[in-house]
Nanobody, 124 residues
Framework: VQLVESGGGLVRAGGSLKLSCAAS????????ISWFRQAPGKEREGVSC????????YYKDFVKGRFTISSDNAKNTVYLQMNSLKPEDTAVYYC??????????????????WGKGTLVTVSS
């Protein structure tokens, strides 16, 4: 099983990045995929989530209207389009997959698989 994130980098405030999470080794369509992030000195937090079974999407308030999550089931890949980036979006971004989602998608406990992360740095 693998989740491999890519697309991170250095961008100026107001800019955009598109992250990818490529999955392999499990039945992609049966899983819910989330993006989490962890800034230096802070706890990991949920950012956005998508259910590959019914297409439902979820966002934390601090990214609503700026980030868009999507999934290409043919490519077993989930994307996170990030627009209007702010310095406070600087973090390592991780994707995670779970077969049976709990009550709180943004809780990082109980996810089946995790990627190793990709660093996003937003300069002011």
């Amino acid at each position: 099983v693998q989740l491999v994130e890519s697309g991170g980098g250095l961008v100026r405030a107001g800019g955009s990045l598109k992250l990818s999470c490529a999955a392999s080794g499990f039945t992609f369509d049966d899983y819910t995929i989330s993006w989490f992030r962890q800034a230096p000195g802070k706890e990991r937090e949920g950012v956005s989530c998508i259910s590959n079974s019914d297409g439902s999407t979820y966002y934390k308030d601090f990214v609503k209207g700026r980030f868009t999550i999507s999934s290409d089931n043919a490519k077993n890949t989930v994307y996170l389009q990030m627009n209007s980036l702010k310095p406070e979006d600087t973090a390592v971004y991780y994707c995670a997959a779970v077969r049976h989602l709990g009550d709180d998608w943004s809780d990082d406990y109980g996810w089946d698989y995790w990627g190793k992360g990709t660093l996003v740095t937003v300069s002011s």
